[in-house]
C-alpha cells in the first residue's frame, strides 16, 4: 500500500509500505476513504523532537475490511470514524471519560500512521465508531474532522466549561480554534470572542459562531478581552495553539474563577509559578477523549446539524502529500484533506 513517511525534518515521501494484517483477536483493518495533515503533524515537519522515517498521520475514516476474532462492535463493511488515540473504552480511567490516557492508549501518529491506503486499529470496539450507515460523499470531510480536531476543539471549550450564561474566547483561528469557537456556540455560549489575524480564518470562525474577532496578541491581546468583558476577562478561554505566548495569553485572559481549558500541543510551554498562582482559575486539557465524544458528534453530523468539514480548505490526493505539509508550514491552507 501507499503511505507517507516523515524522513527528516520537512522530507515527507508517499512511498511503498507493508499491508497491514490482523494480529490480535482485537485488531480491525480500515480501507481508508480520507485522511489529512493536523497542525501537530508541523511538529516534526518544522524540526521540533525527533523524527527518522516516522510514518505520518492519526485522522481517518474508511471501511472496515476485516476484523479479528474478538471485535464485537464493529464489522467488514461499516463506515468508521477513529479517534486519534487508541483506547480500550472499557478500563477504569475510559469509563470516566479519558479515554486518551487509556491504560492501553497508543497514538495512531506514533506507531500506526493513517496518511496512508490501508490501517490496523487495535482495540477497534474501543477506539472505532460506526456510522449509522454509508455516508454521502459531501459528509466524509465533517466526519474526518470528527477523529481530532472536532473532538479536540470540543474537549477544549468542555475543559473551559463554555455554555449558557458564559463568555468564551478562543485563543487560535487554526483547524482546532475553529473547531473550539463550533462547539462553544453549540454548547450554548452566550458570547464567543475569536483571536484571529487572518482574514480567511475570521470568516470562517463568525460562520462558526464567533461574535467578535480580536486580532492583537500576548498582553494586547489580553488587554483586548478584558475591554469586551468589563474588565473582567472571559469566564471560559480555549487555548489552540501551544506556544509560550498563547499560553500565557489564555492564562491573561481568564476571569478569576474562570475555566481555561488547553488543546494546543506544546513542547516548549513554560508556566511560571507566581503568575498562575496569582490567576487563580481552573485548567484542564492535553490529548483529547475524542473518543468519549464521538457518538454525539457522528450523530450531529449524520443530522446536518454541524458541518466542520468547511475547517478544509485544500484537498490533495495522498501521492501529494508533501505539498499538503508545505501549504500548511507556509499558512497557505488551514487543514489539507487527503484523498485516497
Known amino acids: 500500500m501507499r503511505g507517507a513517511v516523515m524522513y527528516t525534518p520537512g522530507d515527507v515521501r508517499v512511498e511503498e509500505r507493508e499491508d497491514p494484517e490482523i494480529i490480535e483477536p482485537t485488531d480491525a483493518i480500515v480501507k481508508l476513504t ?24 492519526h485522522e481517518y475514516v474508511g471501511v472496515v475490511e ?42 495512531v501518529g506514533e506507531t500506526i500512521g493513517t496518511q496512508a491506503e490501508r490501517a490496523r486499529i487495535p482495540y477497534a470496539d474501543g477506539t472505532l465508531v460506526a456510522t449509522p450507515g454509508q455516508p454521502d460523499p459531501e459528509l466524509i470531510p ?26 468564551v474566547a478562543v485563543v487560535g483561528d487554526g483547524a482546532v480554534g475553529l473547531m473550539a469557537v463550533l462547539a462553544a456556540r453549540q454548547l450554548g455560549a452566550d458570547r464567543i470572542i ?4 487572518h482574514p480567511e480564518r475570521q470568516k470562517l470562525a463568525r460562520y462558526y459562531g464567533a461574535d467578535d474577532i480580536v486580532e492583537e496578541r ?3 491581546g489580553v488587554a483586548r478581552i478584558k475591554d469586551l468583558t468589563g474588565g473582567l476577562g472571559a469566564h471560559s478561554v480555549v487555548e489552540a495553539v501551544g506556544t509560550q505566548e498563547s499560553f500565557m495569553q489564555a492564562v491573561g485572559a481568564t476571569r478569576g474563577g ?6 494546543g500541543l ?33 450523530q450531529l453530523i449524520w443530522d446536518r446539524t454541524i458541518d466542520p468539514g468547511k475547517v478544509f480548505d485544500l484537498t490533495l490526493p495522498l501521492d501529494l502529500a508533501a505539498e499538503g505539509y508545505k501549504a500548511m508550514d507556509e499558512r497557505r491552507a488551514t487543514k489539507v484533506l487527503l484523498t485516497l
Open 218 to 220: 500576548g498582553d494586547e
Open 194 to 197: 475569536a483571536m484571529s489575524r
Open 258 to 263: 474562570g475555566h481555561l481549558g488547553y488543546v
Open 34 to 57: 480520507a485522511t489529512c495533515i493536523c497542525g501537530s503533524d508541523l511538529w516534526p515537519y518544522r524540526g521540533v523532537g525527533t523524527v527518522d522515517h516516522q510514518f505520518m498521520g
Open 66 to 107: 476485516d476484523v479479528g476474532s474478538e471485535v464485537k462492535n464493529v464489522k467488514p463493511g461499516d463506515f468508521v470514524v477513529g479517534s486519534f488515540v487508541i483506547s480500550d473504552n472499557t478500563c477504569e480511567i475510559c469509563r470516566s471519560g479519558f479515554q486518551s490516557k487509556c491504560v492501553n492508549a497508543v497514538f
Open 266 to 298: 506544546n513542547y516548549d510551554v513554560s508556566i511560571p509559578g507566581i503568575e498562575l498562582f496569582f490567576a487563580c482559575i481552573h485548567a484542564l486539557g492535553g490529548p483529547a477523549p475524542v473518543r468519549r465524544f464521538l457518538p454525539d458528534l457522528i
Open 142 to 167: 465533517a466526519l474526518l474532522a470528527a477523529s481530532d480536531v472536532l473532538g479536540t476543539g470540543w474537549f477544549g471549550a468542555v475543559a473551559a466549561e463554555a455554555g449558557p450564561g458564559k463568555t
